[in-house]
């Protein structure tokens, strides 16, 4: 059985996009691979952060994981933070990875715009990344595309400690992608991925109030701008969204609605609105149930962490040996 390694941020809120475009194919992946699942609080501190509350939000995120069907029986769920191992191998990761790499990526390229003064953090986040999937020697990472860049620099950094520690054996597989079906949800602009530091989201444990409330003003298709005006609905989001959360039939409804102007944008959106919560209630349902018993999650939290910490400190054993540190002595009398 392969391994599975993928981690999320604990951005306080598992959100619709988390949930279709990750989490359900998470949902899947349990029952063919040896899967684990961490909330990664240590990336979630690369820029400016709410310490007062990440621990609030990692919590939370690891309650809407299980909600949604991780189950801690099968999979390992854990938080990065409990698992010192992941900062230790990502700094010696960190001696063989050339600055030039790292500055070419991407995502490192985006976001350092945003900084005046550009923490060194941000640009050693895919060493860290590195570091989780290698920690636990795993096989498979299932990637979006804004992260296989990433994915092939753990890939190369892989090859390098082989080469250079590996004594002749590939002691680190390099990771390959997992591809699967998983979707782009776009945000509530219409525009945008959704996500959670551009305020477009749903999330999955909203009140079916708080759907309606959002879904509302959210952006449709702009050629609909009386009642009359007939409609394109390949142009809308909430068109999109249908074909997520409404039966088929409905969705041909929606279509026909759209294109022959026969009803509003307010009429498809409460259809919409109605669909969503009722797709969602039993993950509300399960939710409100952990939430009412936290010591609970941090039992499985903590179980998951002894399960990694098992893992990590075989590879870490292996690691530390072969890139020549003294073995820590026992006490004498
Ligand atoms: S009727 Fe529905 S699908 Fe058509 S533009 Fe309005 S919200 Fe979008």
């Known amino acids: 059985m392969g ?20 989490i359900a194919n998470w949902v899947r992946l349990q029952d063919r691979y040896d899967c684990l699942f961490c909330v990664v609080d240590l990336h979630a501190i690369t820029g ?11 919590r939370e995120m690891a309650i809407g994981l299980l909600a949604a069907g991780i189950d801690p029986v099968r999979s390992t769920l854990f938080v990065q933070s409990h698992v ?9 990761l960190t001696t063989l990875t050339p600055i030039g790499e790292l500055e070419r990526m991407t995502q ?14 941000l640009l050693a986040y895919p060493v860290l990344m590195a570091a989780d999937i290698l920690l636990y020697r795993a096989d498979l990472v299932p990637v979006g595309e804004d992260q296989t860049q990433h994915l092939e620099l753990s890939r190369e950094i892989a090859r390098k400690w082989n080469a250079e520690f590996g004594g002749g054996e590939d002691f680190f597989p390099e990771p390959a992608p ?13 525009e945008a991925k959704m996500s959670k530091s551009l305020g477009n989201t749903i999330g999955v444990l909203e009140s079916p109030e708080e759907i309606w409330q959002k879904l509302r003003p959210a952006k449709t298709d702009p050629a609909r701008v009386r009642k009359s005006d007939p409609g394109h609905p390949e142009d809308c989001n909430i068109y999109s969204l249908h074909e997520q959360f409404s039966p088929a039939a409905t969705v041909a409804t929606v279509a026909e609605n759209c294109r022959g102007a026969k009803w509003g944008c307010l009429d498809c959106k409460k259809v919409l609105a109605d669909n969503m919560a009722a797709t969602l209630a039993p993950i509300r349902q399960r939710a409100a149930e952990l939430r009412a018993r936290p010591a609970r999650v941090d039992e499985i939290l903590h179980d998951g962490a002894v399960k990694a910490r098992a893992l990590a400190g075989e ?14 002595g026992t006490a004498t009398a």
Request: glycine letters at 10%; aromatic letters at 8%; charged letters at 25%.
């Open 48 to 58: 400016k952060y709410e310490a007062a509350t990440l621990a609030e939000r990692t």
């Open 84 to 92: 010192p191992e992941h900062s230790e191998l990502q700094w010696l």
């Open 178 to 190: 997992l591809l699967t079906q998983a979707k782009r949800i776009r945000g509530l602009d219409g």
């Open 3 to 22: 391994r599975v390694f993928s981690g999320i941020q604990p951005s306080g809120e598992l959100h619709i996009g988390n949930w279709l475009g990750a």
């Open 108 to 121: 490192f390229k985006d976001k350092s715009q945003r900084f005046e003064s550009v923490p060194a953090g």
């Open 315 to 328: 590879t870490m054993a292996v690691v530390r040996e072969r890139m020549g540190f003294l073995k820590a």
